[in-house]
């Protein structure tokens, strides 16, 4: 039997930007489009042209896209206006997208209310506005906004609203749930019932996540008749975020529910691209990717418990629902004291170091990590650390350079700045080979800033390898407290650091009773990880 066709509609750059904190820049907007053309998305909605100098100008000229419709967003024509007569329709209709999606009210109430026109006034703009589309020769889409509310409210009225868009020459309907508070049974019983009237054929679903619901929403529709699925990467958009099309793609493919119906433009050896693209938007975003993300988070294929882990090892589909490597993800077995000779073998065999679970050394390592542990270091959410640990211990790691000494000052005096206060750091630094040591300062606005900086600021031979990497999340968790009052408490520190080169993340860990001991500790092992790093790529 030949399957039925699916297409994706990816909505990112558009509604995805609607995200507080969201800002695309142009050349932001051209890179993710390349992205998401190569994942094989058939629908890029680049934003919205007339509504803002960014969207304007990239809709000035067609991008070069290998397979993906270029897409304008806009309006439907104000009521009382002709279409000629509208600028914002007309900005629209003059770019040089491929294909034109038109939002327009579908719920009585918001018509009366947001729009203050009458129910007929709304179907005739919708009317005129595909009519004008069509007439340019491009493909014409109706977001039918509220639908679903609306629907709930005025059944037939919704309905007209999207009947008059089809009748018209809309090739795709969509349907929205703009409030994102419809649950999937009210989805699909709605969605077979609109089937009815508008071919599944032309019928599409754009869902909000305000009851985190989104995914499984737009599978019911899917189930239900709609053959266009609107989403975003990530799941980004306002409120709550839109339907995560990084969950939505790889279930659509890997479930064999919708695979053995369905087809879409991603293939398989795009769909691998997945992971890739999901971090691409978070390097835009400048945003530590979400560790627990299905399909693509760091965590979605690890485990840590060690019969999860030997299980694993042997049949990975013990606990795996699909395989990692179909989404460009990875299999990751944590090390901790919960794990066990397996697991670290497994680790181990990852950093290409493969050894024998029996071998003393492994064992040696694997009672060093407990102990380590018990002292309050934590290598699940720290694998740079471990990898150099685990290096130390197995294989030579290079001496790139040591630190003889540090200090640390902060001054609190109100008159420096803003804040009042004013750290500084000296660190002398001895280069593996070098005769003279290296003395740094750095000055920050406390003492982990400033520490950071002269650290980072001249490692002699080594410093082009670390001039673009720079530290991006910091966390501390105080682990004990003392019977003096938990000031004197054992503290460990997580650093994330990044290279704004390769966009390669790392996590190092550092534990103490002395907070900027455990930070300095952190940051000398993700120096050293990076330089180790640099020096396995060079041999």
Sequence with gaps: MSKERLYLFDTTLRDGAQTTGVDFSLEDKRRLMRVLDDLGVDYIEGGYPGANATDTELFTSRPDLKSARFTAFGMTKRAGRSVSNDPGLQAILQSAAD?????????????????????????????????????????????????????????????????????????????????????????????????KHVPGANLGIHTHNDTENAVANTLMAVRAGCRQIQGTLNGLGERCGNANLTSIIPTLLLKSEFADAFATS????????????????????????????????????????????????????????VPPESVGNERRILVSKQGGRSSLTAALERFGLPSDKD?????????EIKAREDQGYSYEAAEASFELLARRSLASVPRFFSVDSFR?????????????????????????GERD???????????????????????????????????????????????????????????????????????????????????????????????????????
């Design 99 to 195: 294909s034109i999606c038109l939002v327009a009210k579908s719920s009585d109430y918001q018509v009366r209310v947001a729009l203050g026109i009458s129910k007929e006034e709304n179907l005739d703009s919708v009317k005129q506005s595909v009519h004008a589309v069509v007439e340019t020769q491009r493909e014409a889409m109706i977001d039918c906004e509220h639908f679903f509310d609306g629907y709930k409210s005025n059944r037939e009225y919704a309905l007209a609203v999207a009947r008059t868009a089809f009748d018209a020459g809309a090739r795709w309907v969509v349907l929205c749930d703009t409030n994102g508070g419809t649950l999937p049974h009210e989805i699909e019983r709605i969605v077979s019932d609109v089937a």
């Design 266 to 321: 991603v293939t398989p050896e795009k769909l691998r691209t997945l992971t890739h693209a999901s971090r691409v938007l978070d390097e835009v975003l400048n945003e530590a990717p979400d560790r627990h993300a299905p399909y693509v988070g760091e965590s979605a294929f690890a485990t840590k418990a060690g019969i999860h882990a030997s299980a694993l090892i042997k049949a990975p589909e013990t606990y795996e629902h």
């Design 359 to 367: 071998d003393a050394r492994v064992q040696a390592l694997l009672d």
């Design 408 to 432: 640390v000052t902060v001054e609190r005096n109100r008159a420096l700045n803003g804040s009042g206060t004013h750290a500084q750091a000296v660190v002398t630094v001895s280069i593996a």
């Design 437 to 539: 040591p290296l003395v740094s300062v750095g000055e920050g606005n406390g003492p982990v800033n400033a520490l950071d900086k002269a650290l980072r600021s001249d490692l002699g031979r080594y410093q082009k390898h670390i001039d673009h990497v720079e530290l991006v999340d910091y966390k501390v968790r105080i682990l004990t407290q003392t019977q003096s009052g938990g000031t004197d408490a054992v503290t460990r520190v997580l650093v994330e650091s990044h290279d704004t080169e390769t966009g390669e993340r790392w996590t190092t860990v550092g534990v103490s009773t002395n907070i900027i001991d455990a930070s300095f500790e952190a940051l000398l092992d993700s120096i050293n990880y990076k330089l180790l790093k640099d020096d396995a790529r060079a041999a």
